[in-house]
């Protein structure tokens, strides 16, 4: 049984989304490699902060072409859509865990690159907002 004090540190690092900055630094870290690692956090928590203030532009790994790019490997035929189980693999891969699960095209089996760029960018979108809102 976790004591007192260890629920109120859950607590608190879940209502201020701790784990997930921490995460999202990590791994812009990682895929940026920057020389100076210290100034390059330092302006990620800046991003942040007029992020938080403009509620748009956070921080994010994952751009409008690198989804594109992702939307074509999953569309190797060029066909314009891809499915619905392609669509939820994809958005879990890239670390999704809260999004439409049935977008516009999800009944006819067909989601479009569109769709999924908009869904994507929205569950970056709040994945990227690590911080109380």
């Known amino acids: 049984m976790a004591t007192s004090r260890e629920l109120d540190a859950k607590n608190y690092l879940e209502k201020h989304k701790i784990l997930e900055l921490m995460d999202n630094l990590t791994s812009m870290l990682f895929f940026h490699r920057p020389e100076r690692p210290c100034e390059f956090l330092i302006t990620q928590f800046e991003k942040l902060k007029l992020a938080r203030t403009t509620s748009r532009d956070y921080p994010c790994l994952f751009n409008e072409s690198n989804l594109e790019a992702i939307f074509g490997i999953l569309d190797p035929t060029r066909q314009g859509y ?12 890239i670390g999704l865990k809260q999004f439409d699960a049935f977008p516009q095209g999800a009944d006819y089996n067909r989601i479009t690159l569109e769709t999924f760029k908009k869904e994507a960018k929205d569950g970056l979108l709040k994945s990227s907002a690590t911080f109380k809102s």
């Open 82 to 93: 891809i499915t619905l189980s392609q669509y939820k693999e994809a958005l879990n891969t």
